[in-house]
């Protein structure tokens, strides 16, 4: 049994370990993924790993990098994935052959579009036919595994040989932290793995195959964009994807400042802005709405930092023809992941100014033209706001104790018993980040799954907990109990490894989305919309989500139906956490939306 302790080091520690010497093909992929700086892979066994397994264990003896057990191979990919929100650093995970790969692939597509760096490690074969037990190593080898995650991934490899796989490994490190950053799948024969090295090898000194510097835009771009930006009456900041840097964070913040411009950012992403800066426009949603739309609507410069969907977003605004005469620049290196199989690549974009170009670094680039240009003096007051003085929130510990606990009400309550210590939400639900949370940090919050696939919220959380254990933050999940039902058994790996996380679930026993949508098809159809819930509710009977993470190892409370009792319940979850385990709460809420759905109808959807 593993001693309780906060060490991860010491959880499956490797004994009696013998010939650590780098002897065979599978020690090579072991030995690439240590140099690379990778310090965990999640993995769920097969057997079509297991020289690369036992490589990991005697010959690296379980460290830089550990293996975290995972019982699913979904939840493998989606730790990696959490792990890399929190940090921009990859973690490795493995997948047994085909079969495993196929259960990882909703996850993959998720880490895709959130472009997380993950180095995917997977097997197949012996691609040597002789070499094949009887029926098994047949149905579980393919002749082209990366066909099935292909469109997807930012690369993929299969190599023949222990020294061609030294070149595939330093390349699949390379091109996953490369900006922009995505998952890597690299697959091992495993008669390769198993097979003795007979050649002298050579690893030549990583550090001469990092990847460059991000990407930057040229002069004549970051020239045309100042003049725009300081010559703009109401300009406005697009907060996309950026970076966990605080000196990122901060030259957003000190753009904003110089040239006076609104900035509005969104729940797909983390936290890019300090939400409760005068220069923030409105609370941070699914899409541009409230405020945030008015201040876009007012602006006669748009600067879109890879903001998702920028062309939607502006369509959707510019219903009215409001927009029609704002110009745009956008910077991004979108496109250049962009291909022809899925359209994550979303609506085209109109731009007067288009910088292909990392947007941290463009906005590094823009800093001192601009200063210069202003003679260092700010055209921000320090004061003036760019939208009015939110509307004041009852706070929940003066609410009915017996009233019903609404969606939004979670996330409001974390934001009275937060004070001053430091919460990472890694997921919010429905009810979004409500009406007086705020970010004021890269990590407060980690943004969404990337693409939309059911699952990945307790994956993503417990990996976004393992990287941050050591940090002083407490890492949060507000996961609907759909999302929680699909990939419940992650909670398993937070309670043996003994990752701190609070798992709370937002629960309307329904799958609610898709009630709205029901709905929405029925009013077209002038049928009865009292026949939403039909195959949607998850009762009759009720799921008991308390005892279920406590049959993974992790125990909670609920569930919680009071206002009353949200914020005890909430206190004693984060006292848990901090403390070193994970926890789990089940909270009852009310149906609803922070930001109701968007229908289907493109520009004139409603």
């Known amino acids: 049994m593993n001693e309780v302790t906060n060490d991860l080091s ?47 264990v005697n010959y690296l003896g379980n460290s830089d990098p550990k293996m975290l057990l995972c019982l699913h191979e979904d939840h ?24 495993g790969l196929m259960h990882g692939l909703m996850a993959t597509f998720n880490a895709w579009c959130y472009r997380a760096p993950i180095i995917m490690m997977g097997a197949t074969g012996p691609v040597d036919s002789p070499l094949r037990r009887p029926w098994i190593d047949w149905i ?7 066909a ?37 799948y690299v697959c091992l024969d495993a008669g390769l793995q198993e097979s003795e090295i007979e050649e002298p090898l050579n690893i030549p000194d990583i550090n001469r195959f990092l990847p460059s510097d991000p990407p930057r835009a040229s002069e004549k771009a970051v020239a045309a964009a100042a003049d725009l930006l300081l010559g703009a009456k109401n300009p406005i900041i697009f907060a996309g994807r950026g970076s966990r840097r605080m000196d990122a964070w901060n030259n957003r913040v000190k753009l904003a400042e110089l040239l006076n411009a609104a900035v509005i950012t969104d729940l797909h992403n983390a936290s890019v802005f300090p939400t409760d800066h005068p220069l923030h426009c409105g609370r941070p949603t699914g899409r541009i709405v409230g405020a945030a739309a008015k201040a876009a609507e007012e602006a006669d410069v748009v600067l879109s930092l890879n903001w998702l969907d920028l062309g939607g977003s502006l369509n959707l605004l510019n219903r009215d023809g409001k927009m029609n005469g704002t110009k745009v620049i956008g910077a991004t290196l979108e496109q250049y992941l962009h291909n022809g199989w899925g359209m994550e690549l979303f609506e085209l974009p109109p731009c007067d100014v288009k910088a292909d170009a990392d947007p941290d670094a463009f906005v590094e680039q823009l800093l001192p033209v601009i200063e210069k240009k202003l003679k260092g003096k700010a055209k921000w007051d320090g004061k003036t706001r760019k939208s009015p003085e939110p509307k004041a929130v009852e706070p929940i510990s003066k609410r009915d104790p017996e009233g019903l606990i609404q969606p939004a009400d979670i996330v409001t309550a974390l934001g009275e018993v937060r004070g001053d210590q430091q919460f990472t939400l890694n997921r919010v639900s429905s009810g979004g980040a409500g009406p007086v949370y705020h970010f004021r940090h890269p990590q407060d919050y980690l943004g969404h799954d990337g693409g939309g696939g059911l699952a990945s919220g307790p994956g993503t959380s417990v990996g976004a907990a393992l990287a941050l254990k050591d940090s002083g933050r407490t890492t949060i999940a507000v996961l609907g109990d759909g999302d929680f039902m699909q990939g419940n058994t992650a909670l398993w790996t937070a309670a043996h490894y003994r990752i701190p996380l609070l798992t709370i679930i937002s629960n309307n026993r329904s799958n609610f989305n898709d009630e709205m949508h029901q709905e929405t098809v029925a009013k077209d159809r002038d049928r009865p919309v009292e026949n939403r819930w039909i195959g949607m509710r998850i009762s009759e009977p009720d799921l008991d989500l308390v005892d279920l993470a406590k049959s993974l190892g992790v125990n909670g ?6 206002m009353g009792d949200l914020i005890p319940a909430l206190e004693e979850g984060i006292r848990k956490v901090q403390a070193g385990e994970p926890w789990f709460i089940n909270i009852h809420v009310d149906t609803g939306y922070a930001q109701p759905p968007l229908m289907r109808g493109g520009s004139s959807g409603s």
């Open 10 to 56: 010491n959880i499956e520690k490797p004994v009696n370990v013998g010939n650590p010497r780098l002897g065979w093909g599978s020690d090579v992929a072991a030995e690439m993924l240590r140099q690379s700086g990778i310090k965990y892979v999640s993995i769920n066994p097969g057997a079509s790993y297991r020289g690369f397994h036992d490589s990991i």
């Open 76 to 99: 493998a990919v989606h730790i990696a994935q959490g792990y890399a929100k929190a940090t921009d650093e990859p973690m490795g995970c493995v997948l047994h052959s085909n079969v």
């Open 140 to 146: 579980h080898t393919a002749k082209d595994q990366g």
């Open 148 to 184: 099935l995650l292909r469109n997807y991934v930012k690369w993929d490899d299969e190599p023949r040989s222990a020294q061609a796989l030294v070149e595939t490994m330093l390349r699949a490190n390379q091109i996953a932290r490369s900006e922009p950053t995505g998952p890597v």
């Open 557 to 562: 409370r609920g569930p919680v139906t009071k």
